[in-house]
């Protein structure tokens, strides 16, 4: 998790505190409100250390994290813990109005990831793949849902995508096999995986923009 310094007014003079550069909750770019709820000092091994403990309230999801510091020199702190320890990616907000089963099925994943737990995330990045293709084919496909229902991934990627899209699609699809059965057929990381997942959102929300244009491009 990557932090930046915030500075804070706090009993007639500034603490420099440090705060994750991301917001915990939602991913998106952190500017928090933040409260010093105390500070204490506590006898840490041979020495006594001034502990803070801080929220901050992010603007844009309305949620809060919380930090644990010490300090370091001064008025400056360095972080010891935050809560929640994970750091969701901002997806794109096309994929949140699409698919919103998807982008927890990612943020749970990206959890798991984070937490060590690749087995976990290489099988939940597989299961948002195909959450992902059958939530566009139902919206902009003729299909019914029971007809995109029976469809495998594989079949489902094959019939709704094409080109660039199809082949960033089926390497998720081909190395998620690898964390979801038992006979590993291919050697990579988990990051190549979710950078070729990541490639198909692009693509996805480029199709739905071009799908919704924000103004009409009908000729008059």
């Given at each position: ?7 804070i ?13 991301f ?42 994290h ?42 749970d994943?990206?959890?798991a990831?984070?937490?060590g ?50 082949s ?5 699809r ?37 799908k ?6 009908k000729k008059?």
């Amino acid at each position: 998790m990557d932090f930046i310094e915030q500075t804070i007014y706090k009993d007639s003079t500034n603490l420099y505190l440090q705060i994750p550069k991301f917001c915990p909750q939602c991913g998106a770019v952190n500017n928090p409100v933040t409260n010093i709820l105390s500070r204490q000092n506590v006898k840490t091994s041979e020495e006594n250390e001034l502990i803070a403990s801080a929220s901050h309230y992010c603007n844009a999801c309305s949620k809060a994290h919380f930090t644990i510091q010490v300090q370091s020199s001064g008025s400056s702190y360095l972080v010891k813990a935050v809560y929640p320890e994970t750091q969701p990616s901002l997806l794109p907000e096309e994929i949140y109005e699409l698919s919103p089963r998807f982008v927890k099925i990612y943020g749970d994943s990206e959890a798991a990831e984070q937490r060590g737990a690749t087995e976990l995330a290489g099988t939940g990045y597989r299961s948002a793949l195909e959450i992902l293709i059958k939530d566009y084919a139902l919206k902009y496909s003729e299909d019914d849902k029971d007809t995109i229902a029976k469809l495998n991934l594989a079949n489902a990627i094959g019939k709704y995508f094409k080109g660039d899209f199809f082949s960033a699609a089926e390497v998720v699809r081909l190395l998620g096999n690898d964390y979801t059965h038992w006979d590993k057929k291919y050697d990579f990381k988990l990051e190549q995986l979710k950078a070729y997942l990541n490639v198909f959102i692009g693509h996805v929300k480029v199709q739905i923009m071009l799908k919704n244009p924000i103004v009409s491009t009908k000729k008059n």
